[in-house]
């Protein structure tokens, strides 16, 4: 059960604002930097917001995955949501 997927906000605040926004976040990692490109290829292929590519990774792994998400309103609950519409693949993302 995955908690604080999201980073903390770590991606939604790099891509809103920049590396500079992030810097100092104890996310700011090579790996998450990485993570960050992949996304944002993902979100032009599928036109996804960063909160359905973070979640997209949690909906194509081989074991059952009950992510921990707490959206602020109804609007990012909707948009969380649709995640599971969109047909995502192990390959999508970065295995280690």
């Given at each position: 059960m995955?908690?604080?997927?999201?980073?903390?906000?770590?991606?939604?605040?790099?891509?809103?604002?920049?590396?500079?926004?992030?810097?100092?976040?104890?996310?700011?990692?090579?790996?998450?930097?990485?993570?960050?490109?992949?996304?944002?290829?993902?979100?032009?292929?599928?036109?996804?917001?960063?909160?359905?590519?973070?979640?997209?990774?949690?909906t194509?792994?081989?074991?059952?995955?009950?992510?921990?998400?707490?959206?602020?309103?109804?609007?990012?609950?909707?948009?969380?949501?649709?995640?599971?519409?969109?047909?995502?693949?192990?390959?999508?993302?970065?295995?280690?």
């Open positions: 995955p908690y604080s997927f999201v980073c903390n906000g770590f991606f939604h605040k790099f891509f809103a604002e920049g590396k500079g926004a992030v810097s100092g976040s104890e996310y700011y990692t090579e790996g998450n930097l990485k993570n960050a490109e992949r996304l944002h290829e993902l979100m032009e292929e599928y036109e996804i917001s960063v909160t359905q590519a973070v979640l997209g990774y949690l194509c792994q081989k074991f059952p995955c009950l992510p921990l998400y707490g959206p602020r309103n109804i609007a990012d609950l909707k948009e969380a949501m649709e995640t599971f519409r969109i047909p995502f693949r192990l390959e999508d993302y970065p295995q280690k």
